[in-house]
Nanobody
Framework: VQLQASGGGLVQAGGSLRLSCAAS????????MGWFRQAPGKEREFVAA????????YYADSVKGRFTISRDNAKKTVYLQMNSLKPEDTAVYYCAVLPSWRATAPTAADYWGQGTQVTVSS
């Protein structure tokens, strides 16, 4: 599986961005998917996850109510809609294939995308 993340950029606090992660491979619809992020000098952390069907989602407390994860299995793409962005959301965002939509440890990920930079200015 290959993952290509895109959609990052520079945005002012309070603004919005939508990240996309396009996957290759025939079995995308059978994978749980997740988004993680890593700020400079910090560990990679869980942001959000979604089940293979899209029915179940799970969020880190820090983004709950502001971010929404979704997927389009026909397009083999998972999205992260980020609203009400804060400077502390600044990080490189990575998409990943997960063994379960409740798997939040970065070490659990099976495949990683290359990352996309999100910078939120105050």
């Amino acid at each position: 599986v290959q993952l290509q993340a895109s959609g990052g950029g520079l945005v002012q606090a309070g603004g919005s961005l939508r990240l996309s992660c396009a996957a290759s491979g025939r079995t995308f619809s059978s994978y749980a998917m997740g988004w993680f992020r890593q700020a400079p000098g910090k560990e990679r952390e869980f942001v959000a996850a979604i089940s293979w069907s899209g029915v179940s989602t799970y969020y880190a407390d820090s983004v709950k109510g502001r971010f929404t994860i979704s997927r389009d299995n026909a397009k083999k793409t998972v999205y992260l809609q980020m609203n009400s962005l804060k400077p502390e959301d600044t990080a490189v965002y990575y998409c990943a294939v997960l063994p379960s939509w409740r798997a939040t440890a970065p070490t659990a990920a099976d495949y990683w995308g290359q990352g996309t930079q999100v910078t939120v200015s105050s």
